[in-house]
């Protein structure tokens, strides 16, 4: 399968008080067509960071953006911002952690799913593209979808505000669909759902997902590849069995000890990774994660490459 | 769960009514005694945090009593609350606005010995030693909230929180918002100060792996009510209510060596302002008879798991 989505060398700064943050550093990662890849990192990782830089959407102090976004051969760093804002939504869509303050509450959920089609589709009419919403709000899952297209988002639970944001999001047909958080806000049953919806969807649907979330229990469970983030940088990625089996970056693996089983016995201590995030305004010299590793030797004052350790399974760590 | 009078803090026939009517506690027998950890699972909605609310004097029982060693809460005078915050401290999900931002730490820690009147002098050093085990450095102390972190904020919470050397600690989503490599580190200290100061700690929690790890007892609430309580480990292994086991299934699950059989709830938890007749879970029970539509399921089993369905999951023995 093709490259659908290549980011290649992608480097963030923000401007800040004490100088320049550099919150990605060189970040590169393919998304094939049709898959769902989840990209996973703790607070500060940068993920979220990586989601906006794919809308375009990047906050106010970016000081700095390199490297390159190429969708389907398209560099979308180098759009005029007119050519990005038709394609936010049309080809690229974002469902986001809370879908409260994604909807509008003074418009009926119909109102919003009609101008959201509006862009797309100028010459339908907006019984037509009622039409549209209607079926797609069946499609996912949302009982009576007359009544719920008449419906304010307050008069809808958490779960179906969800959903509407993911028919919103499906309804234009985007190549790449962004979920940053999107389950983080719901109860885990409702969560469970939710997940199984964007799984059921995924099947129908010919584009790519990039599933950003701190679960890796969710993300194991959804996606087809994983992405880890540490720093600003991706310490490791590859198909989602071969990177859960056997992870071969020291962070990857301290990550997954942290996870509570909760079949060990009760009172034995749980594992923490021990340190703090490293100074992204003054970037340390060699790898990321040398300060917190257990594994670390001289070699690691020198950055590591990112090497293949499996078929499709990279990982940026000298040990590998 | 039970245990003599002494050192327990235990709610009966508990209910919690809020204006309009809509009962967010409809019932519930729960207790917790000085050394042990309890859990309290439920979603949102399910009245968990009302309860733990109500267990420090915040919520006024509607009907049902809330006893501390043994004396009915709501029947206290001005002074002898005083006394019940003392026993019992809270410590709440957002740490940060639970602390005044034009305090320094130190005020902030002194502040509970004055409320109760008790000699700073001689407490001080107390609060020293718990600001110590919990990694709180002396210079820390001279700061302002908001120039500490997330995870100092939540510490400095429980500093404060067990200053006036309270009996019982509720713990609402202590972990909200934590990543996973610093979570474990405030687990351990709530399980370390627990050993040292024999604590009874309730964690209200939606995080199924921390309750299912830390805890000895958990009762998990719908709509107001228990719909299973008992052993923790034995809930976990073996849940006999459909919504005990719709919740564990629904927690995700890294190795798929470990996935076990799901059974995936449809459906929200509905509002509490009309919760459905019979048993309150029905709507979305997979298991759902015409009993179940009429007749309420009551609390039945032994003291190690009991469950209020009248069609239970099999047991596992």
Known sequence: MSDFLAIRDLSVDFAVAGGALHVLRDVSLTVVKGRIVGLVGESGSGKSTLALALLGLLPGNTSRVAGAIELDGLNLLSLPAEALESLRGQRIAMIFQDPMTALNPVFTIGTQLVDAQRGKYPRLGRQALLQRAAEMLARVGLSDPETRLAAYPHQLSGGMRQRVMIAMALLCEPEILIADEATTALDVTVEAQIVELIRDLSGAFDGSILFVSHSLGLVS?????????????????????????????????????????????????????????????????????????PLRFDKCREEPPSVAVAPGHFAACWRA | MRADSRQVLETSGLHVTFAGGVQAVAGVDLGLAAGETVGLVGESGSGKTTLAKALIGLNRPSAGTVRLDGRDLTALKRADRLWLRRRVQMIFQDPLSSLSPRMRIRKLLAE????????????????????????LAEALLDKYPHQISGGQARRVAIARALATQPTFLI???????????????????????????????????HNLNVVGRITQRVAILYLGKVMEEGSTRRIFQAPRH????????????????????????????????????????????????????????????????????????????
Not at chain 1, 258 to 277: F, R, S, W, Y
Not at chain 2, 112 to 117: M, N, Q, V
Not at chain 2, 183 to 201: C, F, K, P, T, V
Not at chain 2, 247 to 271: F, K, Q, T
């Open chain 1, 221 to 293: 469970e959804l996606a087809d590849d994983v992405a880890v983030m540490y720093a600003g940088k991706i310490v490791e990625s590859g198909p989602t069995t071969s990177l859960f089996d056997d992870p071969r970056h020291p962070y990857t693996r301290a990550l997954l000890s942290c996870e509570i089983d909760p079949d060990e016995a009760p009172g034995t201590p749980l594992v923490t990774i021990k340190g703090g995030l490293p100074d992204l305004v003054d970037v340390p010299a060699g790898c990321i994660f040398a300060e917190r590793c």
């Open chain 2, 112 to 135: 509970p010995l004055a409320i109760h009147g008790l000699d700073a002098q001689h407490h001080w050093p107390h609060v020293q030693e718990v600001t110590k085990r919990l990694g």
């Open chain 2, 171 to 205: 713990a609402d989503e202590p972990t909200a918002g934590l990543d996973v490599s610093v979570q474990g580190d405030l687990l351990n200290l709530l399980a370390d100060l627990q050993r040292q100061y024999a604590l009874g700690i309730l964690i209200v929690s």
């Open chain 2, 242 to 317: 459909p919504y005990t086991f719709g919740l564990l299934s629904a927690n995700p699950v890294i190795d798929p060596h470990r996935r076990r059989a799901r059974m995936l709830l449809r459906g929200e938890i509905p509002s509490p302002r009309n919760p459905p007749s019979g048993c309150r879970f029905h709507t979305r029970c997979p298991r759902v008879q015409d009993r179940c539509r009429v007749e309420e399921p009551q609390l039945a089993g032994d003291a190690e798991q009991r469950y209020a369905c009248h069609f239970p999951l099999e047991s596992a023995t």
